[in-house]
């Protein structure tokens, strides 16, 4: 069964830093990787996806992630964050495209000013 | 660009009754997911549509049902509600007929059982 582990609950930011966001997964073939990002109370927004070819994926807002597979990881990533990007970010893997999707537990991010 | 649309947006259910979720899924796409997403919890798998068919089943409880129709539209039908049924019921979409997709979600419709 595939699995999704975001290991940072929770990860403050000053504004205009770096981020880095991880994500593991645990799948046997070659997964279908996802990040999702979600404002309170608002739905999921696609930031990138993850199928094949180039392992480094560029998305909207200015995000990017990195396939690793001797990792198993694909970790999500900002150079310079702004205070709009707080919220929180969901990692995802499907077994196909169109499938069904796991998801991590979800990291929270906040941005200080 | 059309999104998932979903209704109601919110909805307050006491405990004991009957909810009907509703999805209307982008234009031309033919799968239709839901997902359940409790407080502070990821979103959770509950079953899937393709073609008017059940292709998928997560962690659906028997008191919930599913259906896609013929317009491709989804319901999600919940009775005997209970507290911790409240949750933001995610519907999403995608298309296997035009090969490798993606999965759209709408914006989720907030249920409250009280």
């Known amino acids: 069964a595939q699995s999704v582990t975001q290991p940072d609950i929770h990860i403050t930011v000053s504004e205009g830093a770096s981020l880095e966001l991880r994500c593991n997964y645990s799948y046997g073939a070659t997964p279908y990787l996802f990040w999702y990002v979600q404002s309170p109370g608002q739905g999921l927004q696609l930031l990138l996806k993850?199928?094949?070819?180039?392992?480094l994926v560029q998305g909207i807002k200015g995000f990017e992630a990195e396939f690793k597979r001797s990792q198993s990881s694909f970790n999500l990533r900002k150079p310079s964050v702004h205070w709009s990007d707080a919220a929180e970010y969901f990692c995802?893997?499907?077994?196909?495209?169109?499938?069904?999707?796991?998801f991590g537990g979800g990291t929270r991010l906040m941005v200080k000013p | 660009a059309a999104g998932v649309i979903q209704s109601p947006r919110h909805l307050i259910k006491e405990k004991r009754e009957t909810a009907t979720l509703k999805c209307y899924p982008i234009p031309r796409h033919d799968t239709v997911y839901w997902y359940q997403q409790g407080p502070g919890q990821d979103p959770q798998f509950l079953i899937s549509?393709?073609?008017?068919?059940?292709?998928d089943k997560g962690s659906i409880p028997d008191r919930f049902s599913a259906q896609q129709f013929s317009d491709y539209h989804s319901e999600l039908n919940m009775s005997s509600l209970e507290l911790g049924d409240s949750a933001l019921y995610f519907c999403a979409s995608s298309s296997l007929g035009q090969g490798r997709n993606t999965i759209y979600f709408g914006e989720g419709s907030w249920l409250t059982v009280v």
């Open positions: 995802a893997v499907g077994a196909d495209a169109g499938n069904m999707l796991t």
């Open positions: 549509f393709y073609e008017k068919m059940q292709s």
């Open positions: 993850y199928f094949s070819g180039d392992t």
